[in-house]
């Protein structure tokens, strides 16, 4: 993936606002197997993508309006070369607990008018991969400071919008997990140092995403409404609650 370094107050000003979320990344320390997010209820993607070029490796958690993606580091020779040519330290965010960086980032979107799709794109075709290499958008700023989650702006025509197709049955299994959860509704991201800067909690809070301080870095994320009253605490496998 191609890093531009480009604030992302500037980018905002081209998208069409206001903006909602359409990934969360958490960096790890070690790897996560599908097998045991299959053990949490969660189906992902097999085999885990190789990003060779940045050092790291990740699997993909689908619903019907985020994804959730799970990064750690497989090389961290080429992860520090990559943290210094585009100033994004993953190597540091996934070693959080000696680090104290923010292991969590939120990919953003233009949130289309209510009740209409997202403007010029089109269903995925069936099949095809929901995966792909483009430029996102980073904030200069907030790269350096390793406390706050790293917020970037997705280009629309690679949102998970305008890459996911529900009416295609490859797509359909995707997002369907043992849990039974499907939709995004709440988020709230814990960390130890909460205190971001004006315009990036403006843009957070613009974006529906609540912020809070804790101890340990965590994120808990709310689906369906949280409906069925069901808790699932993912840690220490996760810094991640499901509520559901």
Known sequence: MNHRRHAIAD???QATLPLEI??????LPTPVTASGLQQLGLCSST????????GTAARLILFENVYLELIWITDPISAAHSAIETGVDLLARAHWPQ?????FGLGLRSRPPRGKPHQG?????????????A????????RVHQAEPLCFLVPQHITLAALLNLNCPTHQHLVSHPLGIRRLTDITIAT?????????HAILCQAGVEMSTATTPLAVLTFDGGRHGQLLDARPTLPLVLKY
């Open 121 to 133: 794109t089109e269903p995925a075709a069936c099949g095809s991969t929901l995966v792909t290499e």
């Open 22 to 27: 359409d990934h969360l990344f958490i960096c």
């Open 192 to 200: 130890q140092n909460p205190q971001l800067a004006p315009r990036m």
């Open 47 to 54: 085999p885990p993508l190789d990003r060779t070029e940045h």
């Open 135 to 142: 430029s996102v958008c980073f904030s200069a700023e907030n």
């Open 11 to 13: 980018c905002t000003q």
């Open 99 to 103: 680090t104290r960086a923010s292991p």
